[in-house]
């Protein structure tokens, strides 16, 4: 053994210092090799990197350093009739974020948070949003900067990514409050329509689309070409200089028949109240003033609905995010009665014809009472309008019939969905015996006939149906309503009136105001100029529940008015609604102040300035004071706002369809005309029912 | 030699030198690029540590061969020593601690280590009677002082210092004329070991590095990165370049590390393909002429530590490149003469310090020879 391994090892090569030097040297030009090797593998390497890569890898160096960012297009103005800028564009500083390219959003917003000045409630809400948002779309945190915050924020971007502050337009409405409904207002995309739309301008910040409204409705056409500019950036993302720049292409402008200053006016004029004023040009149908308040603020809507906003509007029982002159519904109570005068005259009564008011009229075994419980005496037609009394249309309803009265109530615009660019109307009911049988299965009765002569029971009209009556009936055209300014001057069509019917109701109207009628007060104070108009109070709940004068807001009635002037030659038409404003005394004088201020604008300020001093400011000021008191008054205790605007409004339009549609009651008799509230000769206080006639009775048993 | 020029200027190896001298002006022109035309942030200091470390190796350059034979384990065992201090600071400081401050400097033993091994290994083998080169007895020794400095560097954690370690020590094992079989066993050992390593022995971000490596598109902004930008600024570069200071890649910051690891990338942008054939050249010529002094050398010793010295700069200058044009994963290696810091400038000069002097072995050999 010892042996075989003595020889094993002997067997080896024989190591020595010349062996291990040769060895040296062969395995030094080994590694000598090997290293030349990759060093050739190297310059292979590079050469086709920067010889055959070279144009890919140009392109892509080229698009790591340029940043190609759009331009948002400045929208197309809103204009007046007059051009006056119901919208504009206001140059301005703004800043962004971009939630996706920030690690840590909340130690970026409480960096920013001094610098822009947040309140502690903005960053909630820029917290909820961040959250609730998709990553890429981008957040407005503040505009309207000045040019020290703007240049404050730039000099920390570094540290801030996915901030982005930039010089921009912001949508501006000069006359805020005023035009919230009609114009409606822009905000940021929502991740739907980017879905829907895959155009990245949607997602560039500062960015708008029209939310609601005008705004919404001419999107296409206000939108603009947006620019585009190639800026070098650095991988942190900070412009170092431009490269290049294509201008944007301003949206087109959009010019609307609604005059600017006089729908200020009757924004303002409305004051504390709540409701509408319609406006229209009689020898167009132009609509002049769609006003609807209380409302909102469109240019602080622009970044979203805020917590506060939000708890403060929805939390309102005035309901300033509905449109009242497009979504508000309301019997229109007395004002129809020149629309069933007429329809008397048209079916052959003539004007002259009486009837002997003794404060109510047996109709079968059953009284229908006169607003006036003394009685107007002998009435004709003339006085039923100027002293709407009631027993004059309860008695030729009897004689001529339903089938009379619908059709003209049509024919004037009632029930009717015009052709206007908005979102959506409500058009409310005229009723007839078909409609009452298909809707509830039940003949139509004399006194549902009693009701909707005195425009009550199941008869319901927005503000706009109302003016345009108005206007029909005074010019006997088949005027249309229009919103958006068109040159040509359209010819309506004749509604056929016989003889000297219009003239007949133009003077009976105008004595409603300027003779011995329910509206003395209205007269204007302007000598050569008369309007007329008609008085219209209705009820919300019965007599039984509520006056209607004063008590809960909500049982109180609405007050309405529909007027022309001047009344021989009608210009102008309108209607003025005022929600649970007591009664039509509250509609008339804003009637009044409006016609005063289109035919002479000094005299009509005159009175509303007098009247803001009592209220404490126009209405943006005092939109402004009541948030800032309502922010101190919740503070902290605010719940979040919904993630969208859209959801808000979407919300507010469900909520007011479900009242409209909320399964009526049946009715089961006449509704008790509620008192006029003036009367040159009947200023007497309503008194209580005498025998209890229910009205509106929910309960279904049939009154006696 | 003409009598014009000193005789001290004229001895240095100035075959070496001027491409050096050249490199390092090279250098320290991308690095004021780098530093957006600011010729004080790092250009400047790379020069000044340039001559400083140029003096440094010249001086060694002067060291007799029995000093440096005598220092050699016992500087080993110092800097052992310095990086357990470094291991023992970093635990009580509770986080990965790499340097030591010193005040003047902040030194770090795992750099130092790269020469120490290959001085202590040339020691050993030089020792070594030239029969026991095939037993055991000239790999377990061996294998210590390689594999203990490694296991300290790779606890730190710096997986491409550990390897840089492994790589010197490996080449003057092989130049030793170690057994090609072991070499061979060892290739199989790490062949299996590797993977094991890689996926218990290796930090998360490491893995990450390996796998982004192989496939750099799959992440482009996360850890894939670093490779993909630097591709990009050497594709981008061309032939030409695209002129000095004009680089947008480095300017802009797409390019991560632009004055240290990758360099290489920020130069190639600049001054294209040329540039890069050039700094390719010097190191082939700097390499070639360490390898002319190894091979010059008379006695075992001389051969291994130069071999070794070569090996070590040549792991510096391959992996870099490797990794900046995307054929390595992303290690943080600098490149040598080119890359800002102390460090890896003092190694490489401590390695061509060291080559100096045996050069000056060499040719006072060569004299007393002919003389």
Redesign the interface.
């Known amino acids: 053994m010892g042996l075989r391994r003595r020889r094993a090892r002997r067997a080896?090569p024989i190591?020595?210092?010349a062996?291990?030097?040769a060895?040296?040297?062969r395995?030094?030009f080994v590694?000598?090799a090997v290293?030349?090797g990759?060093?050739l593998?190297?310059?292979g390497?590079?050469?086709y990197?920067?010889?055959f890569?070279?144009e890919?890898?140009?392109t892509?160096?080229?698009s790591?350093?340029v940043n190609l960012s759009l331009i948002p297009p400045r929208r197309g103005w809103i204009l007046d009739r007059n051009g006056a800028p119901l919208a504009s564009n206001k140059a301005d500083f703004r800043v962004d974020i971009i939630p996706d390219r920030m690690p840590d959003p909340k130690r970026e917003i409480a960096t920013l948070a001094p610098i822009l000045g947040l309140t502690p409630e903005k960053v909630r809400d820029l917290h909820d949003k961040i959250e609730s948002a998709r990553g890429f779309q981008p957040i407005e945190v503040a505009s309207g900067l000045n040019y020290d915050q703007f240049a404050a924020v730039s000099v920390r971007l570094p540290d801030l990514p996915g901030v982005v502050p930039q010089r921009g337009f912001s949508r501006f409405y000069p006359t805020g409050p005023s035009v919230g409904h009609l114009i409606g207002f822009v905000g940021p995309a929502n991740a739907e329509e980017y879905e829907k739309d895959r155009n990245p301008i949607l997602i560039t910040p500062g960015y708008k689309i029209g939310k609601d409204g005008v705004e919404k409705q001419f999107e296409q056409r206000l939108r603009g070409i947006p620019g585009a500019r190639r800026v070098?950036?650095?991988?942190?993302g900070r412009m170092?200089r431009d490269l290049a720049t294509r201008e944007d292409v301003q949206g087109k402008p959009l010019q609307l028949t609604i005059d600017g200053p006089l729908q200020d006016y009757a924004a303002r004029r409305i004051g504390t109240e709540s409701g509408s004023v319609v406006v229209m040009d009689c020898r167009t149908g132009d609509l002049l003033c769609m006003a609807s308040m209380p409302s909102f603020d469109p240019n602080s809507f622009s970044d979203g609905i805020g917590r506060v906003e939000y708890s403060m509007l929805s939390q309102d029982e005035r309901v300033p995010l509905r449109n009242k002159v497009l979504k508000g519904l309301y019997p229109p109570g007395s004002t129809v009665k020149p629309m069933v005068a007429m329809a008397f005259l048209e079916a052959g009564l003539s004007p002259t014809a009486t009837v002997g008011c003794p404060g109510g009229l047996r109709v079968g075994n059953r009284v229908f009472h006169c607003w006036q419980r003394r009685g107007h005496g002998t009435v004709d037609m003339a006085k039923a309008i100027y002293q709407s009394c009631d027993v004059y249309f309860y008695h030729f309803a009897q004689q001529l019939g339903m089938d009379v009265i619908a059709p003209m109530a049509k024919r004037c615009g009632m029930g009717e969905e015009y052709p206007l660019p908005v979102l959506s109307q409500f058009y409310g009911t005229v009723p007839d015996p078909a409609w009452k049988m298909k809707k509830y299965g039940q003949p139509w009765q004399p006194y549902d006939t009693v009701n909707a002569t005195i425009g009550q029971g199941y008869m319901l009209a927005n503000p706009l149906q109302l003016a345009v009556m108005a206007g029909r009936l005074a010019t006997g055209r088949k005027l249309l309503p229009r919103m958006i300014l068109d040159p040509s001057l359209p010819q309506p069509p004749s509604m056929d009136f016989h003889g000297n019917h219009v003239e007949v109701i133009q003077k009976a109207m105008s004595d409603v105001v300027n003779g011995p009628g329910t509206a003395g007060r209205a007269k204007l104070p302007i000598d050569d100029v008369l309007m007329a108009g008609k008085t219209g109070t209705a009820q919300v709940v019965g007599l039984n529940i509520s006056s209607g004068k004063g008590g809960i807001w909500k049982h109180r009635d609405h007050g309405l008015f529909i007027f022309f002037a001047p009344f021989d030659n009608p210009r102008y038409a309108g209607a003025v609604v005022i929600e649970h404003g007591g009664g039509s005394g509250a509609a008339y004088p804003i009637a009044r102040d409006v016609t005063t201020f289109l035919f002479d604008p000094a005299k009509g300020m005159e009175a509303l300035n007098a009247l803001e001093k009592q209220w404490g400011g126009t209405a943006q000021q005092r939109l402004e004071s009541r948030y800032a008191s309502f922010v101190a008054a919740a503070g902290e205790n605010i719940g979040r706002a919904p993630r969208r605007v859209e959801d808000v409004f979407a919300r507010v339009d469900a909520e007011s369809r479900a009242l409209q549609s909320k399964p009526q009651p049946l009715e089961t008799g006449a509704v008790a005309p509620p008192p006029e509230p003036i009367g040159t000769n009947a200023s007497a206080s309503p008194t209580p029912s005498p025998s209890p006639t229910p009205v509106r009775s929910t309960t279904g048993t049939a009154a006696q | 030699m003409s009598s014009i020029i000193p005789a001290p200027i004229a001895r240095q190896p100035w075959a070496m030198l001027a491409p050096l001298i050249a490199l390092v002006l090279l250098g320290a022109a991308v690095l004021d690029s780098a530093a957006a035309g600011n010729f004080t942030t790092f250009a400047m200091s790379h020069l000044i540590r340039f001559a400083v470390f140029l003096t440094m190796a010249s001086v060694m350059a002067l060291f007799a061969k029995d000093i440096v034979r005598m220092v050699a384990y016992p500087g080993y065992a110092v800097i052992v020593v310095l990086l357990i201090i470094v291991e023992a600071l970093g635990f009580v400081g509770g986080g990965a601690q790499r340097w030591i401050d010193l005040g003047i400097i902040v030194l770090q033993p795992s750099e130092l280590m790269k020469p120490a091994v290959v001085l202590a290994l040339a020691r050993f083998y030089g020792d070594l009677p030239?029969?026991m080169?095939?037993t055991w007895r000239s790999l377990f020794p061996a294998g210590v002082i390689i594999g203990v400095p490694m296991a300290l560097v790779l606890a730190q954690p710096d997986l491409g210092t550990a390897l840089a370690i492994g790589f010197g020590g490996a080449?003057v094992m092989?130049?030793?004329?170690l057994p090609l079989k072991w070499f061979a066993g060892g290739a199989v050992a790490a062949a299996v070991i590797a993977p094991l390593a890689f996926f218990f022995g290796l930090h998360d971000y490491q893995q990450r590095r390996v796998f982004t490596f192989l496939d750099p598109e799959s992440d482009p902004l996360g850890s894939g990165y670093h490779i993909t930008?630097s591709?990009?600024?050497?594709?981008?570069?061309?032939?030409t370049g695209k002129g000095f200071g004009e680089g947008?890649?480095s300017h802009?910051?797409?390019l991560p590390e632009p004055h240290t690891d990758f360099v290489f990338a920020t130069m190639?942008?600049e001054w294209?393909?040329l540039g890069?054939?050039f700094v390719?050249g010097v190191?082939?010529l700097i390499?070639?002429w360490g390898?002319s002094v190894?091979?010059a050398s008379q006695d075992?010793f001389s051969?291994?530590l130069s071999?070794g010295m070569v090996?070590t700069i040549?792991f510096y200058v391959?992996i870099n490149?490797?990794m900046v044009?995307g054929?390595a994963p992303v290690v943080g290696i600098p490149l040598p003469f080119m890359s800002h810091g102390g460090s890896s400038m003092m190694t490489n000069m401590i390695c061509l310090g060291t080559l100096m002097m045996i050069n000056r072995w060499n040719s006072k050999a060569g004299r007393r020879g002919l003389g």
């Open positions: 080896r190591v020595s210092p062996t291990l030097g060895s040296f040297e395995r030094s590694i000598g290293q030349g990759i060093g593998l190297l310059a390497r590079m050469a990197l920067s010889i890569e070279n890919k890898y140009r892509e160096a080229e790591n350093r070098e950036v650095t991988a942190s170092v | 030239s029969g080169i095939p080449v092989f130049l030793a004329g930008q591709k990009i600024a050497i594709g981008s570069g061309g032939v947008s890649q802009l910051n797409y190639a942008e294209g393909l890069g054939i390719l190191f082939f390499l070639r390898w190894a091979l075992r051969r291994l071999g090996a040549f391959a490149l490797m044009m054929l």
